[in-house]
Nanobody
Framework: QVRLVESGGGLVQTGGFLRLSCGAA????????MAWYRQVPGKQRELVAR???????NYADSVRGRFTISRDNAKNTVYLQMDSLKPEDTAVYYC????????WGWGQGTQVTVSS
């Protein structure tokens, strides 16, 4: 099992920014695509952004142009820079592989709340 630890969430106003971090303990991190997901209570978890082992990125339409995913393989860490935040970005944010590696399990997530 890979241990995932998300951090960096918080409460910000509309238009603000946050930078999320996800540490992944495990030797395979550098060889897998990683992603950020988010979930609102009562709704399914959705893909926000993903990044290949080589650094190619892809974003959900709702965040493209505002969010930036990056990774530091030497630190086994993936980041999500979130700018121009909107109330609809409010959710718990998780990281995992892409596609999801269910056998990794999930971290505790980090809460992002954007006030209007």
């Amino acid at each position: 099992q890979v241990r995932l630890v998300e951090s960096g969430g918080g409460l910000v106003q509309t238009g603000g920014f946050l930078r999320l971090s996800c540490g992944a303990a495990g030797s395979i991190f550098s060889s897998v695509a990683m992603a950020w997901y988010r979930q609102v209570p009562g709704k399914q978890r959705e893909l926000v952004a993903r990044i290949t082992s080589g650094g190619s990125t892809n974003y959900a339409d709702s965040v493209r142009g505002r969010f930036t995913i990056s990774r530091d393989n030497a630190k086994n860490t993936v980041y999500l820079q979130m700018d121009s935040l909107k109330p609809e970005d409010t959710a718990v944010y998780y990281c995992n592989a892409f596609p999801i590696a269910e056998w990794w399990g999930w971290g505790q997530g980090t809460q992002v709340t954007v006030s209007s």
